[in-house]
């Protein structure tokens, strides 16, 4: 009985992978393919099924049709690391103080600041979108990479202020008095004694900041036009009236690596224990 | 170590709001133990905490051997704390906990592991000091609190905030031994905050008795045994209770009928013919001194209950004025429903005007 329900759930597992795997493998195997293995029905097997062509991946590094995303991928990587980094720290300052410190300006408290910042997440971005290129312009940095990273941490930062500051509130505020019993002062005690409790908050809202930064095209496309592009913009760029498959599939390919590579790597962080017991 | 003095300490978190602590004024002796002992809410954490530094008092000041410490922060203060629940830096190891305040300091690190290493082993916590602190169990943690406060030689003081609420408890009375034997051995002050009169007695030279954000009494156990200040100190410290029999005025004396007990009434109660409204008298006596007698003493009653305590016996009198208890060594051979006598041991009656001790 026991072994049937182990192999119940292996298969239940199996099926699931199965299912979510799915549409990477089929990427992966269009992006192999050429015009006539695309139209010419579902095949999966190269060389027994189609001739597999590498022009698909040739097209992302300028070959015929395509264009180079090189230099838009390192763009998106300075961007997004950049501008989530800067959104991790401010945020996380942002956090503390919400957390342990009253503020009161006339009606407004600390649970309203709060919800100020999310509710920059609440706002469809279109609404932003004519405002940050007017302000942008004023700057005279539209188009350009300091540019979209002022605009990134504006965008991200509510995300890092949102997880941090549920993590910090679970942290006990004895702490805080114990370190400063302990003569801590108060910028060692969040560095030295708060910080690593919050580790795990870290990590997610990093994640999340990553993941939204990366995948954003809104804000890269409205606020650039030919010097400074982000990948997700030139995976778009990469279309055209007979739509390339092949070229898509491939870009996919590169612009998910990093974010499936990221979640691996945290994914072992979380399950070595690394975070385990951090927080009660 | 330093000797603190309270001078007309008194703090209300609103402005205009009520006393959570109302003006006092009180000296602690360097190396002195001392016990706030009183229900929950009746100021004494507020106390820890304005001494601490952890909040600011509305009135007077706090001096630690004289310096007025109003301008010093917490951590300048020199304080260590034991909270009620365990409070330890979980993200690091017991050595690193206990050695945490002289990093603050900035201390050599040499010095740091050999005060690390002298106080863990102190505190028998040598073996676990490489294991993270999140491992240990409550009475552990509570002792890697106590170590940090004695891992600087300069400490001015322990403030313990009900440390044993939360231990078992074989465990509290090994760590209750451990604080008393480690205040003789550092000379270090302690003061302990508690609700629970045996620990605030067995613990503290001076006993501070509060209630409603007032001290109500302060001073030896056994002033506060033998000499309760108020009819709450009376019912609040000793187990069982004192015993409190409505008293009437008779010939200058203060006398419950039908008792044969009775004290002179002070001069200054009433005008002459009697006590005025609103000063109600009372006798108190403490049931450890009452002695048995025969049935014909002037005071006697009909059993009602009798409570085993191994070498004692607790003895519950039914008599008109009220409920008498007495403590009497196991054996007298008395069940309820039987009539017993009682004498009380001369000079041990107390008269209470209007709840308050008289004379």
Known sequence: MKTFYLALKYLAVTLWSAFVIFPFLWMLSTSFKSQNAVTGGATWIPWAQFEPSLAGWKSLFGGVGGINIVKPYINSVIVTGTAS?????????????????????????????????????????????????LMLRWLGLLDSLPGLILVYVAALMPIAVWVMVDFFNTIPRALDEMAWLDGCTPVTTFLRVILPNVAPGLVVAGMFCLIFGWNDFFFAFTLTFTQTQLLPVSIVA??????????????????VAPLAVLAFVVERFLARGGLAGAVR | MAEIRLETLAHRYSPHGAYALKPLDMTWRSGGTYALLGPSGCGKSTMLNIISGLIHPSEGRVLFDGRDVAAFDTGRRKIAQVFQVPVIYRSMTVGQNLGFPLVCQGAPAAHRRKRVETIADRLGL???????????????????????????????????????????????FDLRRILKEINVEFGVTMVLVTHDQTEAMTFAEEVIVMNMGEVVQAGTPRELFEHPATRHVGSFIGAPAMNFLAAVAQDGQAMVPGTGLALPLPADVGSGSGPGPGEALTLGFRPEHLQLAGKDAALSGTVTRIWFEGLDEIIALSHPAGEIRLRAPAGTGLSPGDHAGIVPEPGRLRLYVADRLAG
């Open chain 1, 85 to 133: 980094v800067i959104a991790l720290v401010l945020g996380t300052l942002a956090a503390y103080g919400l957390s342990r410190f009253t503020f009161r300006a006339g009606p407004i408290r600390n649970a309203d600041i709060t919800f100020f910042f999310i509710s920059q997440r609440i706002m469809p971005p279109i609404v932003l979108a004519i405002p940050f290129f």
């Open chain 1, 238 to 255: 990469l279309n055209s009236s007979v739509t390339p498959w092949w070229s898509l599939s491939a870009a996919a390919i590169v612009s």
């Open chain 2, 126 to 172: 040598g073996a676990v000091l490489n294991r993270p602190a999140n491992a240990l169990t409550a009475d552990q943690k509570q002792l890697v609190s106590l170590g940090r406060g004695l891992v600087r030689e300069d400490v001015a003081a322990i403030l313990l905030d009900e440390p044993l609420t939360v231990i078992d408890p074989q465990q509290k």
